[in-house]
């Protein structure tokens, strides 16, 4: 598919079916690599996008990029208009995830809150291995990160600039909060399991099934980018598929992402598979939830 680094898609332009503009590419394609080429030889210098985006070896800035829109398109004259990269900057601060499997809002249930104060605080640090910090608030960790739980506030903080910044995420909050609710005193057991070995495997089907197809359709053929992400996430590289992380989402609550890359023959493929004790610690709901949310995570490059 003739898609410029930039974005730009060659396939829906008359000049590249008259042949007046030859094809350009992604950063890491042979078709990006004779665009840039043609550059130097007709204009003296590739487009310095192509030529960043080659040297960064990533795909499509719009997509791959975290520094997108970066100078090389404010400043330039093509491709893009200011209104078109000023719209992209503002909304890519937009947090995801914020629709459950149905596409409504995620609406966090003020009973969660109230449960959660009413409930045994001692049993719930023992159960779901949290603390207490100094402060009297929940210390949950959350991948690398952690995340404070205020109980009188009924809101999230986490950790920005050196210092704790109320942070407002639906999914995350009622993930955290369920998870707060319900883990059990179980361990882990050990033993990976999928979506469909769960006693509850049947909810993952249909408008259900787990966030994974904007990861395949990323790094689908991206195992570097894959690995890289997973790493700025914590993952724990695992020797198993072509590339496989652990993470530690809750303290109970490990995720293992295999990705499997596509080539000619077979279609790229990543799955998700969890301990088998998860259903101690989590409602089914909030097992997708919390997949979607490290599934975005990865998405954006592992950053929070
Ligand atoms: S702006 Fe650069 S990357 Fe985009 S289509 Fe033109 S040459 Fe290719
Ligand atoms: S820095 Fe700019 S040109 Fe370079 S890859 Fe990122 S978005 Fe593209």
Not at 94 to 104: A, R, V, W
Not at 121 to 129: F, G
Request: glycine share 10%.
């Amino acid at each position: 598919m003739p898609t410029g680094a930039c974005g730009i898609n060659c396939d829906v332009c008359r000049l590249n079916l008259l042949g007046i503009c030859s094809t350009c590419g992604s950063g890491r394609s042979v078709d990006g690599k004779k665009k840039a080429a043609a550059q130097q030889r007709i204009l003296g210098a590739p487009c310095p996008i192509l030529a960043c985006s080659m040297d960064k070896a990533i795909d499509y800035c719009p997509r791959d990029c975290n520094s997108f829109p970066c100078d090389r398109f404010k400043n330039g004259p093509y491709p893009f208009s200011r209104g078109f990269l000023n719209m992209q900057a503002r909304r890519r601060t937009e947090t995801p995830s914020l629709k459950n499997p149905s596409g409504d809002e995620v609406d966090v249930p003020i009973e969660h809150w109230e449960g959660l104060l009413r409930r045994d605080q001692k049993i719930i640090c023992q159960n779901a291995l949290v603390v207490h910090d100094s402060l009297g608030f929940f210390l949950l960790p959350f991948l690398k990160e952690y995340i404070r739980v205020d109980l009188k506030e009924y809101c999230l903080y986490h950790q920005k600039h050196g210092g704790w910044e109320i942070f407002h995420n639906p999914l995350l909050e009622l993930v955290c909060l369920v998870y707060l609710l319900h883990a059990g005193p179980q361990g882990m057991s050990g033993r990976m399991a999928g979506p469909h070995e769960l006693k509850a495997g049947h909810f993952f089907k249909g408008p259900h099934e787990l966030k994974t197809q904007p990861l395949v359709e990323r790094y689908g053929f991206d195992i570097k980018g894959f690995k890289k992400a997973a790493e700025n996430l914590g993952g724990e590289a695992l020797d198993m598929a072509d590339a496989a992380y652990r993470f530690e989402a809750f303290p109970k609550i490990p995720l293992y992402y295999l990705l499997w890359e596509g080539d000619v023959e077979f279609q790229a493929r990543l799955s998700v598979l969890f301990d088998h004790s998860i259903e101690h610690h989590l409602t089914v709901d909030a097992i997708w939830g919390l997949v979607a949310l490290v599934s975005d995570l990865l998405l954006v490059g592992g950053h929070f």
